[in-house]
């Protein structure tokens, strides 16, 4: 159990919750996972930790509600319960270059970039931060993300702030020496298409860069495969030898297809959930 | 005196047709009459061998012989004596190759149901008033188990009445292990698993939900800041082999971890109101031949399978299964395709499973196993048209514990190695037992390495 401490909402779909979570909050590492699991009979679902503090052994993690569970959490309130909370998963994420690093969140990703950006900038790096939205109001935690980075860039895809255009179209001019200037590595976060666009757009760059898979997972302790990605021709665990990965050795196509696996059942589980009482605590 | 009856009394069972589309329980177990009418046919040996075949040697006619003069708690107390999980045993041991086979009377007859009679008379205790088992655990040493699987359920047990506190982390929501996760309600009910669960709770063991050792607290935390004097890893062999033939990644394939979890753990078959689905097609195939695989392909049928299928490279008699559980199969329509080897899972143009190739095999010598090794009839592919493909061929101990541990010695096969003849890791005051030493093996001798360790460690705190 993690007893909520704060709830902040972000955009209409997404709210941060700063939970109360000693063991995970002292093991957390830039670029891990927790899995929650919010009522009985419920999916374990998995977030990632954006920012962890020790000393006060809270836990912030970002969720956009796009199904049934998602939803379930985002009806949570202060001093309520996450029913299962178990983490830290996954590889904490390695930053092998020094110098230029530029994070590019899209969505709940650019909250992810709060704790690993501000320990790369307190290693030394020079540290750029590429949010991007739809439009201005679902740019999330631009204040928070000032202060992690030292360049914070924002782009929307109408031109509402910052950039006018997608992050590949700002990340591209800062390949060619604009702005913050040319990457020496470059980490993306986000939904699958913003990845692969990011992914590309590096590519024979020599632009070193990681994405974080997202596949569906079930246990996060290696034990059933679900989360089985292809990187460089190898099959992974994204639970255990991810999330993050070297995107230009990812078979997206794989990892979107296997990503739809259940839109059907997603679909009827989401619709029960919409046109009955949300009951969190029973099924 | 004991009675001459050639066959075993048959154990009641639900009907195949009805069963095979729920999870009510398929072995109703026997009644008072059936039990002592069995145990009348116990010769109650001078050198009982049926002993020799038990892992934890159960003092076997002693219970059988209780059970025939109907003192009922007395063998309840002889078989919890030597095996803590009688209940679950009772149910899922393979005793046909273990103390049934050994039984004198199996050489003339059929031996005497001594599962049976195990599981009659642990679910006897189970429906007696509670009695009070509360022990005074005053000891100061605490002792860690990691891993709640049958091993390390009864680790603590064992410690919890030898006085020591005892906390158990497991890395799943619910404790059990494969008890939980892997083996289906058809077969061993979650309320026997609730009920010994229950009873350590009320030894006063703590039992400690989503902790990964490892990932949540490492092991020199648990042995250090935390106080723990003494560990006990019980992690099991929970990580899933793929085979690594062309289209393992494609939609609706599976491995039966996977499949199992959904239902087993997560309840995916009362979707949509649990919340997590599993995707059964019309047919499906389920690749090998162990527990493991004819849980799954019952599981398939009971969560709208049409078709159920095993494929096996190998022949029926290299099956692996429990004798009971392959009838039970083959009762509830399961087909089997012996000599039969997948080389590839085919998909449809949006990446779902359509078909699986395979090739016909035909015995060879034998291999290291001792088994005949099965070779590819050249030219013999062929495709089964099938919807889901779900693999069974075997777990293997999960490195999360090694990756972050310093000290701990494994094997090429993952597994943890301990000193010859005891339960003592490479490092100081750690033990393990169960399938996290041996690899995937059985719930009997998980439980019993699990006993043995907790008197090894119950030595090392003394000395
Ligand atoms: C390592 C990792 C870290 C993650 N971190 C976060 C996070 O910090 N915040 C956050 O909001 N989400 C995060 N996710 C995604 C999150 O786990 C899914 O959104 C969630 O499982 C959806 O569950 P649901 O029941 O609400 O929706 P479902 O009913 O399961 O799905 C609803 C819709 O979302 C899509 N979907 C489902 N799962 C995923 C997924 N894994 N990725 C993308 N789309 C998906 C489905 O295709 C479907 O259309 C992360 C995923 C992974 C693997
Ligand atoms: C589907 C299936 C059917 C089977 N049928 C039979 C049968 O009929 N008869 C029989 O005798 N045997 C059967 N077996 C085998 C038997 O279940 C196992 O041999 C037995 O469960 C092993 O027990 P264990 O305690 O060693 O490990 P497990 O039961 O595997 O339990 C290990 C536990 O440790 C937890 N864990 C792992 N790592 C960590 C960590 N780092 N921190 C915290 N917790 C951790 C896991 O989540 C798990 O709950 C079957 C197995 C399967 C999969
Ligand atoms: S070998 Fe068979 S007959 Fe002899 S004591 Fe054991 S169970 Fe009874
Ligand atoms: S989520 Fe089960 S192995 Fe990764």
Redesign the pocket.
Known sequence: MAKILEKRPLTPI?KLYKVDAPLVAKAAKPGQ?VIVRVRDGG?R????I?DYDRDGGTLT?????????????GQLEVGEEILDLVGP??MPLEIPVEGHIVGIGG???A??LLCLMRELRRRGDTTTIINGAREKDLLILNEELTEVCDNLELCTDDGSAGFHGFVTERLAQLIEGDGPGRPDMVVAIG??PMMRAVTETTRGKDIPTLV??????IDGTGMCGG?RVTVNNEVKF??VD??FFDAHQVDFEEAVRR??M??K???E??DRTDCRKLAVGQV | MPVKRVDKTPMPERDAVLRSHDFGEVNEGYGIAHAQFEAERCLRCQDPICIDGCPVRVPIPDFVHKVASGDMRGAAEVLRSSNPLPAVCGRVCPQEVQCEEQCSVGIRFKPVAIGYLERFVADWEMAQPPIDVTVKLDRAEKVAIIGSGPAGLVCAGELARLGYPVTIFEALHAPGGVLRYGIPEFRLPKDVLDWEIDQLRKLGVEIVCNVIIGKTITMDELMGEMGFSAVFIGTGAGLPSFMGIPGENLNGVYSANEFLTRVNLMRANDFPNA?TPVMVGRRVAVIGAGNTAMDTVRTALRVGAEQGMIVYRRSDQEMTARVEEHHHAIEEGVEFHWLTNPIEVLGDEDGWVSGLKCVRMELGEPDASGRARPVPIEGSEFVMPVDNVVLSIGNKPNPLLLQTTKGLESNKWGCLVVHDGSSETSREHVFAGGDAVTGAATVILAAGAGKTAAQEIHEDLRS
Do not use: H, W
């Open positions: 997404t996972f999916e679902i998995p977030l990632t954006a993690i970002v969720v956009q509600e796009v199904g049934t569970t998602t939803r379930l959490l998963l996954g969505g709940f990703g909250a992810a939904p699958m974080s898979l997202d596949p569906l997972m989360c994204a639970c991810g999330p990503n739809k259940y839109v059942q997603e679909a589980s989401k | 919340d």
